[in-house]
């Protein structure tokens, strides 16, 4: 049974700058993301979300 093709977990540019510190500091707040790049919260929310979903990171 093949598996069928799966989306990266980074695939934007603002995923990557939203996501970066995340790998660089390790835990953060969701409104420091924020702070650093200037994008809103829905953008950091979109970033996170497939790093979520694949339990990369944590919410909490």
Do not use: Q
């Not at 990557?16 to 650093?36: H, N, Y």
Request: net charge positive; proline share 13%; charged share 20%.
């Amino acid at each position: 049974m093949s598996r069928p093709p799966s989306r990266p977990l980074v695939s934007a540019p603002a995923e990557t700058a939203v996501l970066a510190p995340l790998l660089a500091e390790g835990p953060l707040s969701r409104v420091e993301p924020v702070r650093r790049t200037r994008v809103s919260s829905t953008v950091v929310t979109k970033a996170a979300r497939p790093l979520v979903d694949a339990a990369t990171i944590g919410v909490g």
